[in-house]
């Protein structure tokens, strides 16, 4: 009689635990399931195989479900307060990273696409990043773009004999790394003011990151020339000009600048789906760039939606990537690459074309170049990364220099100053590469030894 209860409630435990393992093994195969039906939509896996499992996890869900009487239940207040949870969770988590971690590089949400230039800031934009500076040490600068999408306040109607500059240029120009106050238009006002016998000065700051002398020439007609200025001063960079000139017309250097050429392309191809919801998360989720950021790299809602099988991949990249040696010096190479003096020909073009729309209106311009790196001991290192290839130290900026020699406009000589000065690693954020404010104010200086004559004519 004893054996008999006892061998009834080892079965009724057996049977009890038997049917509590179905009801868990059950909704784990349903859910398993569904993971391996949508897999199939993605490229790299097979769709039959991955269907197949599906259907093998589907039988297994119905089996365990029937046999342990498993019913799905779905509890409306518990699911409404789930979701209440996660949203609250989800702003929390914003709100902390939009005070505790700033940006440490332009995002692409910086810019909107131009049908023109591909890029052009996003006007109004406002953000609080930070730069590495040569000493390891993280340094906050704000960032602000009027309704024009250039950085600074709004630009009133010009006032009667008030002097205007335009300056137009890429990130250099923009100040990167600096405050507003620190960057070479800022200075170049202060300084001019200063001597300018009491006549009103106003330094427009027109650089545009990533771009050429070919768009600024385009933001100079729609936008800064409305400004009314009186002097327009265009900075160069070689290293990055030339590049980005050749991009525009589909050529790469063995060595270029994968980001910048991403987010052209995303640019070009902005009426994609997956580029427009990666950038409305990029606009507006502080949690998603960190997660780009630091794990899964910029750009993952494009990245991810090219492997998908319904979907004609957006592309990021040429076919052919570039190589591991630094792209920032290749017009320095001892023997220049085609593709170089392709680019250099071009790259005088368009500075030509800025000249001609300048005298066209009666405005004074000039150019100057900002030479890379500033710090010869960069450049050291920078050659140290392919020792198999042989580099010249400034041997691209000095046929910058020739081009602007033969050019039909006038130009600031900046490289041999830069040369002699006693501490170049003081001009420079060494990790970052843009300037610092002591170097911005070095290259204002310069430009207001230009436009001083101007200004008392």
Known sequence: MVARAGSKFKAAVLGSMKSSAMQTLAPISFAAAVVC????????????????????????????????GWRPRIELFSLVLSVFSVFISYQVMEIAVRVLVPETRMQPIHYLPHPEAVKMHSPGFMKRSRVQSSEGIWKPFDVRLNSKGVRGPEVPPKAPGEFRVVLIGDSYTFGWGVNEADTIGAQLEAMLSARADGRSVRVINGGVG????????????????????????????????????????????????EPWAELENLLRQSDRWPVRVNRWLQWRSGVYRLIEDRLVGQHFVVRAANQ?????????????????????????????????????????????????????????????????????????????????????????????????????????????????????????????GHMTERGYGFIAARLAEHILPKLHK
């Open 210 to 257: 990533g771009t050429g002398p070919w768009q600024a020439e385009i933001y100079l007609r729609e936008i800064y020339f409305g400004f009314e200025p009186d002097a327009v001063i265009l900075q160069t960079f070689a290293a990055n000009d030339i590049q980005d000139t050749l991009m525009r017309d589909g050529v790469y250097l063995p060595a270029y600048a």
């Open 308 to 432: 998908l099988r319904l979907t004609e991949p957006v592309v990021l990249l040429p076919p052919k990537r570039s190589e591991s040696h630094s792209w920032s010096i290749e017009i320095d190479r001892s023997v220049p690459l085609p593709e170089v003096e392709q680019g250099f020909e071009a790259f005088g073009k368009s500075i030509d074309a800025i000249a001609k729309a300048c005298a066209e209106r009666g405005v004074d311009f000039a150019v100057y170049q900002i030479p890379w790196p500033i710090d010869p001991a960069v450049f050291e290192l920078l050659a140290s990364e392919a020792p198999e290839l042989e580099y010249e130290l400034d041997k691209g900026s000095r046929r910058v220099e020739a081009l602007f020699e033969a050019g039909d406009y006038e130009w600031i000589p900046i490289l041999d100053d830069l040369r002699k000065y006693p501490q170049p690693s003081s001009l420079q954020f060494r990790y970052d």
């Open 37 to 68: 039906a949508l897999s199939a939509a993605f490229r790299g896996v097979n769709p039959i195989a991955a269907l197949a499992v599906a259907v093998v996890l589907l039988a297994l869900g119905v089996f365990f479900a029937r046999r342990s």
